[in-house]
């Protein structure tokens, strides 16, 4: 099992700035990519941005120019830097982590998500 703890959400005006972060917890286990979802109210749960074990970054169009990702694989612990934020942000972020378990001499894939942490911005 790999557990994820999310951390950083919270209420900001329009315009500010918040800084998420999420880390990997478990035994055994080598994670190729870390990322962001978000839900809003009433609508599916939908990408903000990933990032590999190699650095190769992917963002979801409407955080594109806004928020950056980041990682630290030593840690594995995924960060999202959300700047020029908007009403529209406004949802519950989930950390994401796909990657590999070790049980004895076999591997096991792994698909996790944290519990997620509220983001609300206000006009």
């Known amino acids: 099992q790999v557990h994820l703890v999310e951390s950083g959400g919270g209420l900001v005006q329009a315009g500010g700035s918040l800084r998420l972060s999420c880390a990997a917890s478990g035994s055994k286990f080598s994670v190729n990519v870390m990322g962001w979802y978000r839900q809003a109210p009433g609508k599916q749960r939908a990408l903000v941005a990933t990032t590999t074990s190699g650095g190769t970054t992917n963002y979801g169009d409407p955080v594109k120019g806004r928020f950056t990702i980041s990682r630290d694989n030593a840690e594995n612990t995924v960060y999202l830097q959300m700047d020029s934020l908007k009403p529209e942000d406004t949802a519950v972020y989930y950390c994401?982590?796909?990657?590999?378990?070790?049980?004895?001499?076999?591997?096991?894939?792994?698909?996790?998500w944290g519990q997620g942490t509220q983001v609300t911005v206000s006009s």
């Open positions: 994401n982590a796909e990657g590999i378990y070790f049980i004895g001499t076999y591997t096991r894939p792994f698909v996790s």
